[in-house]
């Protein structure tokens, strides 16, 4: 009889899972059960589509339950499963009609996360919304046509508040931030975060280490949130306090959850039971750097880890890359990107010896006109000499430049190394000495005289 | 005694390495002779001044003589070095008042290049033209302001000849461009190479496989340029035929060239005369890729070098780094670049045995606005899965992108460990599955049906 490989969750992971598998493997048979109304969509999109960059929320839809039938993957939209049996190897799954129990060989959860909601009074309120899925969106898109909001506090300075602020914004509201710690970013590095903060005050108020009281609706459609420090009147709240790793059914199962509280996995992306898989925004991955997993719940992470799993369970085993952490966002005229360790207290806690540069470079040269300051932080371990990760902001040349610095976490290049890279110069597009290269170099001087 | 360090050739190379042996070491005497009447400018600039994008040629100049003079360097402009004496250790310069004979404990070589001039019939005719120092702007510049010609012709399709094309396009000048070759830019690779040529077809009539058999200057400040096919009648030609190691001074002193015919030199930048240096436009480096001299006469590279020879001779030794070959260009809307090895045939002469593909991708998500097209075309070893190189062509996100296979090249990286790199994404600025990494995945997957 042909193998059966079930999957939990139809977006990232569990796609990449059913398509790789399927190519790995005509014979499998493969079935993604997903308790909601989406599938294989691009949740990075959503915060352009409230801003309106993107029209439908159906354009997000990479491929449809129909496509993916076309390939023989059997997508169930609408199904939920309530239980994981390992030892019998099968699952329960609830849908319009009923329950049904569907045994596999083989198990993906890609469960993926929810978003936080932090225990404050009144976080329920009517024009309260959180932003993590389709129907989340839609819900913010209705409430913003129906009521048309003049003002919004956004609660939580990551990147998905930060991209909220921006869609909002965009849209004519008047914004409000609010972060619990002393920086937004702050897995960006503090030079950064306080160049994008300053960027970000043309934009919107920003209220830095101020906890969230209470929630009040107050009648004509106000709100008022109350902080540390005074008290926000506004129309709109969105918070965007992270993500919680979706493991409750994993648990219940028996299945192990790491340090991280995100599902623990080996090299393979098994779990404690080696025919159950988990990837995505619910399981741990290695970290580039420290090697050690790490919970870092991100897109390229998921599809990539998919895949690999889609490959082993179907006849190939493959090995799950580490994570480096390397992340990037637009905010306003600003890019902003992030790889492998930017903090020094982390690199500590990580048993390195950390050492720490931040230089300010342009994205052309020097005589080349409209030239823009491009800010790098670059953090190595002093006693081995090895790039530990970067932080960098520019109004241009930024997106990529991070992925140099990526690159040479791969190799555990040692700042000679990244000195020495042969980077591409032309005038319209950097000084003759990139700024990636200035960086490594200033960091090597401050080395040389320890 | 003081140590005394003498440098001829005040540009990219000599320049560095003057700063750096300064900074190395207080004691030092630092003479650097120039035979023309600038020094330390970014030469990469020219294009843009003559396009108009840079106002003053004087704006291209990094630092000069009097900066350079505070930190106690001798730049000495017009002082043409016309004998090195090896054995003997000093050298014979001649200035506006005779000659004088200079001794010297360490010499650095950084003599340049000068421009190619093809043996053509008419190439000395008022109105043609090579681009390759300040003075050589200027006295175009002074023609274009006189003649105003309506139409030129660019000898030479590599990205010299391509910025002059740009450039005098954009002065309103109808421009044809010859290429002796059957594509342009062929260090960039094949695929990039038609896709340029492609957009430059909006801008310019391309004559491809021709040679120019003579010019003759007639009457009206018109000139006929008599091609293999046909002939173009113009009122001004740019000669943009490559560069020659300026090598003669060198070569009558007893110092060695190698096969690429510019200076060769050891891991440390010395000639055959060890207390003897050459860097720059007249000295080979060592191949990234293949571990072999290559003559690369890119600004980085020369700087670069320049400083290790300017820290070597200051008493701090130091290697020089390989070359991948890195190169950048803007091409009116286009960014195109490459690195390492881009031509099967030039990897099969290194014993290589090459896997190319050539992926389409894209410069944004799929489902964000105002998405550009991006070409890859990645080269590896089948035998032992190493890159070798890459060129690339887009209207965006090309310039830094290339930097990641640069970095790749640098640590000898296989496609499998390309493809697992930890990559930046973000909706404005690519797809989850980067460009490069679709690349590496597509050769991964050629790679694994051989």
Chains 1, 2 share one sequence.
Not at 76 to 86: D, F, N, S
Not at 123 to 143: C, K, P, W
Not at 177 to 201: A, M, W
Request: aromatic letters at 6%; one cysteine or more; charged letters at 25%.
């Amino acid at each position: 009889m042909n193998k059966h490989f079930v999957i939990i969750g139809g977006d990232a992971a569990g796609m990449s899972a059913a398509s790789k598998a399927r190519r790995t493997n005509p014979d499998l048979i493969i079935d993604v059960f997903e308790k909601g109304n989406w599938a294989s969509y691009g949740a990075c999109g959503l915060p352009y589509y409230l801003k309106g960059d993107i029209k439908e929320l159906r354009d997000l839809i990479a491929k449809t339950p129909e496509e993916f039938m076309q390939k023989n993957i059997h997508l169930h939209l609408k199904h939920e499963v309530t239980r994981i049996h390992p030892e019998e190897k099968y699952v329960i799954i609830k849908n319009h009609s009923g329950k049904i129990k569907v045994s596999f060989d083989s198990l993906l959860i890609s469960t993926g996360a929810r978003a936080g909601r932090p225990n404050i009074e009144g976080i329920d309120s009517l024009g309260v919304f959180t932003l993590h899925d389709m129907d989340s969106a839609r819900e913010i898109q209705n409430y913003l046509k129906e009521y048309s909001p003049k003002s919004a506090v956004v609660l939580g300075g990551g990147y998905i508040g930060i991209e909220m602020l921006e869609a909002l914004f965009s849209r004519g509201i008047e914004m409000h931030l609010v972060e619990l710690l002393p920086h937004i970013l702050s897995p960006f590095g503090i030079d950064i975060s306080r160049k994008v903060e300053e960027h970000l005050k043309q934009y919107a108020d920003l209220h830095l280490e101020q906890s969230v009281h209470s929630i009040n609706r107050l009648d004509k459609g106000k709100l008022s949130v109350k902080l540390n420090n005074g008290t926000i009147t506004t129309e709109m709240v969105l918070v965007a306090a992270g993500i919680i790793p979706e493991v409750s059914l994993a648990e219940e199962a028996g299945i192990q959850c790491g340090l991280t509280r995100a599902i623990a996995t080996d090299e393979l992306g098994r779990t404690n039971f080696p025919f159950i898989y988990a990837a995505g925004d619910c399981a741990e991955v290695k970290n580039m750097v420290t090697g050690k997993p790490d919970y870092v719940p991100l897109a390229l992470a998921a599809n990539r880890h998919g895949r690999s799993i889609g490959r082993t369970v179907g006849g190939q085993p493959t090995l799950l890359a580490p994570v480096a952490g390397t992340a990037l966002l637009k905010v306003f005229q600003l890019e902003v990107a992030r790889t492998g360790i930017t903090d020094p207290e982390v690199a500590r806690k990580h048993k390195f010896n950390p050492i720490k540069v931040t230089v300010d470079s342009h994205s052309r040269a020097s005589y080349y006109p409209a030239s823009k300051p491009i800010k790098i932080s670059l953090l190595a371990d002093r006693d081995s000499s090895r790039i530990l990760g970067a932080g960098m902001v520019g109004e241009e040349g930024v997106s990529k430049r991070i992925d140099i610095i990526s690159a040479a976490l791969s190799g555990s290049y040692t700042v000679d190394q990244l000195e020495s890279l042969d980077l591409a110069y032309a005038p319209p597009f950097g000084p003759a000495w990139d700024p990636v290269l200035t960086a490594a170099r200033v960091l090597n001087q401050k080395l040389s005289f320890l």
